[in-house]
């Protein structure tokens, strides 16, 4: 059966240089992050139809956090549709004091300028939490979350918003948790195709969205809907609707009506 909305993929990575035809193949809505400044100029100049591009400053790559520059990034940031892939990797990358320097100067700009912005929390989800009460954000997504529950009910709290992956469905955590209005679809592709092997490219969300039908007693339209509705009030709240491609214009319209 054919959806009147394609399914959404809040995070996944993709090329800047994948060929436009391939990106509309997906029939997806595909938020592509960029691991940094450099990829994301490769990507801005594109004007896909249903895939967003994020600007982006990934926590896990040392050299792109060690070489961040706050004015390179903001003027970036005037033309970004969203901001993703950013957020602190205890595990991996810069010395976390760095991170934390270059995620705050990030949230602080974003005070400022909404956007949605995808939020990355390896072995870091109390100390992204404390940065998001610092620097509030009404575009949060916090992107393969595995806080603990106390963290997770404090995320609620703050406001964020949860893109779940099939990881979660493999070996939930929070999915019982957060409320359906507060759940987006992600394939963090390719990074979870071990979990999934039908996810051979981004958009790929059945799983996760047959996990969430479960979970909330919807058929498949009732769970599409639903992820299309929580995308509207998110880009409402960050005031960023006007930013998105036009196929993903359109299927805000068509979710409003449905
Ligand atoms: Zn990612």
Avoid at 4 to 26: N, Y
Avoid at 109 to 125: D, Q
Wanted: charged residues 20%; glycine residues 6%.
């Amino acid at each position: 059966m054919t959806l009147p909305l394609p399914p959404l993929d809040a995070h996944a990575h993709v090329s800047p240089d994948v060929p436009a035809a391939d990106l509309t193949s997906l029939r997806a809505a595909v938020f592509a992050v960029t691991p940094s400044l450099s990829e994301w100029q490769r990507a801005a100049g594109r004007t896909d139809e249903l895939t967003a591009w994020g600007l982006g400053c990934h926590p896990a790559i040392a050299s792109e956090v060690e070489s961040f520059s706050p004015s390179a990034f903001s003027e970036a940031l005037d033309s970004a549709t969203f901001v993703g892939e950013v957020g602190l990797d205890a595990r991996r990358g810069a010395a976390i004091a760095t991170q934390k320097e270059v995620f705050h100067q990030v949230l602080e700009m974003l005070s400022e300028r909404p956007r949605l912005v995808s939020i990355h929390s390896v072995g870091a989800s109390g100390q992204v939490l404390d940065a998001l009460e610092r620097y509030p954000q009404p575009g949060a997504i916090l992107h393969w979350w595995r806080g603990s529950t106390s963290e997770t009910d404090r995320a609620l709290e703050i406001g964020c918003f949860f893109s779940l992956n099939a990881a979660e469905t493999r070996r939930p955590k929070v999915i019982a948790r957060i409320p359906a209005e507060r759940v987006l679809t992600e394939t963090d592709f390719p990074h979870t195709q071990k979990h999934d092997r039908a996810a051979t490219c981004p958009g790929v969300v059945e799983m996760v969205e047959d996990a969430l039908g479960q979970a909330w007693a919807l058929d498949e339209w009732g769970v599409r809907r639903r992820i299309w509705a929580n995308l509207a009030t998110l880009l409402e709240r960050a005031q960023s609707t006007a930013r998105m491609p036009l196929g993903i214009r359109k299927g805000l319209l068509v979710a409003s009506v449905s």
